[in-house]
């Protein structure tokens, strides 16, 4: 048997990159109260801005979520006039959902939300998009173990 090593929390990866996620979902925040939206919808409003007209199910695809989890989020955006949603004609279990004007519209106010992680995090924008590019080489390898 090998023995067990305590590694301190601030030394465990997963925890850096935990406390990194509420640090930005906190500084996103009031940004998106203002918006009238929450993180998890400008998620879905974000897939849809890389390319509209998408089903529930490649929404939930593209956010590696279940459809079931897509579902009541895309109910709350179209309420609130961001989106709309369309049975399809020949398979009616599956729902195409599009941006409205407005959710088009609120692409550009969401630019509030980079500029503020660039401020806080005081990293250029090389920096910021090479620790992503790390951060998704990742997240990429341990999906890929997952599926073997």
Not at 17 to 32: D, E, V
Not at 48 to 64: F, K, N, P, S, V
Not at 88 to 116: F, I, P, S, W
Request: with cysteine; glycine share 4%; net charge positive.
């Amino acid at each position: 048997m090998s023995a067990s090593i305590n590694v301190p929390l601030d030394s465990q990866l997963c925890f850096s990159l935990y406390g990194t996620s509420i640090a930005i979902n906190r500084a996103y925040k009031p940004m998106l109260d203002e918006l009238g939206i929450t993180y998890p919808q400008y998620l879905v409003l974000s897939a849809l801005w890389e390319g509209d007209e998408r089903t529930i199910t490649a929404i939930a695809d593209r956010l590696a979520l279940e459809p079931s989890t897509i579902t009541p989020l895309v109910k709350r955006l179209e309420q609130a006039g961001f989106l709309a949603r369309q049975r399809d004609t020949k398979d009616e279990r599956q729902v195409h959902v599009r941006l409205t004007t407005k959710g088009r519209n609120l692409r550009a106010k969401t630019k509030c939300l980079t500029d503020t992680l660039l401020e806080r995090s005081g990293m250029t924008v090389d920096e910021l998009t090479a620790l992503n590019r790390k951060i998704q080489a990742l997240r990429d390898a341990l999906v890929a173990s997952d599926r073997r």
